[in-house]
């Protein structure tokens, strides 16, 4: 499937991004955005693009970390172990804040209004890119009906903007794939998220991914286990199908 590489105008400057096309591109007017984990885009993130863009959406992987400059590629199994990749990646999260990506996202939605897709829009994050995932959804609640997160991290934190504080924003329908042992998603905030979905009445579903580590479903992740990897796929499928028809 053929990938165009766009330059998406945002109010900080230019995000490279990969536009994925469905099979049928006159047909679906469905988009998702994808937001990457702590590693950038690469190869294993494009070929899971591909996959969503399989299931008839138009698809668009954007580069968060566009304000840091040139970097990467990097190893998903050791760079965050070795120096000085990082304490880069550390330093690209920690300067990439939520504001900034929620900002982001009015651009990216217009990139995939551009492209065709000017119909419903799910955003789906994984690692880092699983909070912003959830926070689009409460950010643009008029275009984004579907949102996902696998094995996301600190959800339900007690950062302002902590994703549970925007709960009430929400309007589609939500899907978190927690890792079975994740320190950046313990179980009590597991609790906290679910709480206050339900007290907002969002259509949600919290699944604890049983003996899985943060990671797994991304194929070049030291923690990838392709039984968890392929029911995650089913999820996302199920989602796109239900929310996004």
Same mark, same amino acid.
């Given at each position: 499937? %053929?990938?165009?590489?766009?330059?998406?105008?945002?109010?900080?400057?230019?995000?490279?991004?990969?536009?994925? %096309?469905? !099979?049928?591109?006159?047909?679906?007017?469905?988009?998702?955005?994808?937001?990457?984990?702590?590693?950038?885009?690469?190869?294993?993130?494009?070929?899971?693009?591909?996959?969503?863009?399989?299931?008839?959406?138009?698809?668009?992987?954007?580069?968060?970390?566009?304000?840091?400059?040139?970097?990467?590629?990097?190893?998903?199994?050791?760079?965050?172990?070795?120096?000085?990749?990082?304490?880069?990646?550390?330093?690209?999260?920690?300067?990439?804040?939520?504001?900034?990506?929620?900002?982001?996202?009015?651009?990216?939605?217009?990139?995939?209004?551009?492209?065709?897709?000017?119909?419903?829009?799910?955003?789906?994050?994984?690692?880092?890119?699983?909070?912003?995932?959830?926070?689009? %959804?409460?950010?643009?609640?008029?275009?984004?009906?579907?949102?996902?997160?696998?094995?996301?991290?600190?959800?339900?934190?007690?950062?302002?903007?902590?994703?549970?504080?925007?709960? %009430?924003?929400?309007?589609?329908?939500?899907?978190?794939?927690?890792?079975?042992?994740?320190?950046?998603?313990?179980?009590?905030?597991?609790? !906290?998220?679910?709480?206050?979905? !339900?007290?907002?009445?969002?259509?949600?579903?919290?699944?604890?991914?049983?003996?899985?580590?943060?990671?797994?479903?991304?194929?070049?992740?030291?923690?990838?286990?392709?039984?968890?990897?392929?029911?995650?796929?089913?999820?996302?499928?199920?989602?796109?199908?239900?929310?996004?028809?």
């Amino acid at each position: 499937m %053929a990938k165009t590489e766009l330059e998406i105008s945002t109010g900080d400057g230019s995000a490279r991004a990969g536009l994925f %096309a469905p !099979r049928q591109p006159g047909r679906s007017r469905a988009g998702v955005i994808f937001y990457m984990d702590a590693f950038g885009p690469r190869p294993a993130l494009d070929e899971m693009a591909e996959r969503m863009a399989e299931l008839g959406c138009w698809v668009l992987l954007p580069d968060l970390f566009y304000r840091s400059g040139p970097y990467g590629p990097f190893d998903a199994k050791t760079a965050f172990g070795t120096e000085p990749s990082g304490s880069r990646i550390k330093s690209m999260i920690g300067s990439t804040t939520q504001a900034m990506t929620e900002r982001d996202t009015e651009a990216f939605l217009s990139a995939l209004a551009d492209a065709g897709a000017g119909g419903p829009i799910a955003a789906v994050g994984y690692c880092m890119g699983g909070g912003r995932a959830l926070n689009a %959804a409460a950010a643009y609640p008029d275009r984004i009906r579907a949102a996902a997160s696998f094995h996301g991290g600190n959800l339900a934190s007690d950062a302002p903007d902590s994703p549970h504080q925007n709960a %009430a924003k929400i309007r589609a329908r939500v899907y978190v794939g927690v890792a079975g042992v994740d320190r950046s998603f313990p179980p009590e905030q597991s609790a !906290r998220l679910a709480e206050a979905l !339900r007290r907002a009445e969002v259509d949600h579903a919290i699944e604890n991914y049983v003996g899985m580590g943060h990671g797994w479903a991304v194929s070049d992740h030291g923690a990838y286990d392709r039984s968890g990897a392929d029911r995650h796929w089913k999820r996302l499928a199920t989602l796109f199908e239900e929310a996004l028809a």
